[in-house]
T-cell receptor, first 116, second 112 residues
Framework: KAGVTQTPRYLIKTRGQQVTLSCSPI?????VSWYQQTPGQGLQFLFE???????NKGNFPGRFSGRQFSNSRSEMNVSTLELGDSALYLC???????????????FGEGSWLTVV | AQSVTQLDSQVPVFEEAPVELRCNYS??????LFWYVQYPNQGLQLLLK??????LVKGINGFEAEFNKSQTSFHLRKPSVHISDTAEYFC??????????FGKGTRLHILP
């Protein structure tokens, strides 16, 4: 069974631009959640999508948005990039989502975003 | 709301020695606790989780953790570490219908 796939793995953007990151969950998983990892703030929850609906959201500005498609694939978008958005963005999938803690969450290898 | 604190940002330990990585949480409701491991340039992998029941939880790679409600702790232990255990370890907490909160992580350095 293929794992969680994130693309692209590495990218460099300039301030003010926007970026879209993609995540393909494990087959059969309906929940996709996104996280930002930085040396200073650690690992922070961005949002979760389940069956195309946003189920929960972390404390991030509106520049961070996402969506989920009918095949459960998800995209995350960051608009008007700032230097502080440089981070590793991790995607994770699970069968029933974060509302069921008994679920195991499977993480992708992440997308490294550098904003210059 | 929940919070989690990992008390050590880095822990050096000699190979084959025991190790304990500390995690404390706070919450006003019943919680679920997790330990994840992140190897260099990889995503996170679940080591173990506490949902209910026995307070001693065994995970993969010989790790175990003990849930202590009175001390609000969930420390991770391994009796004998190997060089391959070099990684960053994250403690996480969640409650039903709430988001997951991660600690800042503890880097485990295995010394030869």
């Amino acid at each position: 069974k293929a794992g969680v796939t994130q693309t692209p793995r590495y990218l460099i953007k300039t301030r003010g631009q926007q970026v879209t990151l993609s995540c393909s969950p494990i087959s059969g998983h309906r929940s996709v959640s996104w996280y930002q990892q930085t040396p200073g703030q650690g690992l922070q929850f961005l949002f979760e999508y389940f069956s195309e609906t946003q189920r929960n959201k972390g404390n991030f500005p509106g520049r961070f948005s996402g969506r989920q498609f009918s095949n459960s694939r998800s995209e995350m978008n960051v608009s008007t990039l700032e230097l502080g958005d440089s981070a590793l963005y991790l995607c994770a999938s699970s069968p029933e989502g974060l509302q069921n803690p008994g679920n195991t969450i499977y993480f992708g290898e992440g997308s490294w975003l550098t904003v210059v | 709301a929940q919070s989690v604190t990992q008390l050590d940002s880095q822990v050096p330990v000699f190979e084959e020695a025991p190790v304990e990585l500390r995690c404390n949480y706070s919450s006003s409701v019943s919680v679920y606790l997790f330990w994840y491991v992140q190897y260099p340039n990889q995503g996170l992998q679940l080591l173990l989780k506490y949902l209910s029941g026995s307070t001693l939880v065994k995970g993969i790679n010989g790790f175990e953790a003990e849930f202590n409600k009175s001390q609000t702790s969930f420390h991770l232990r391994k009796p004998s570490v190997h060089i391959s255990d070099t990684a960053e370890y994250f403690c996480a907490v969640t409650a039903r219908d709430d988001k997951i909160i991660f600690g800042k992580g503890t880097r485990l350095h295995i010394l030869p």
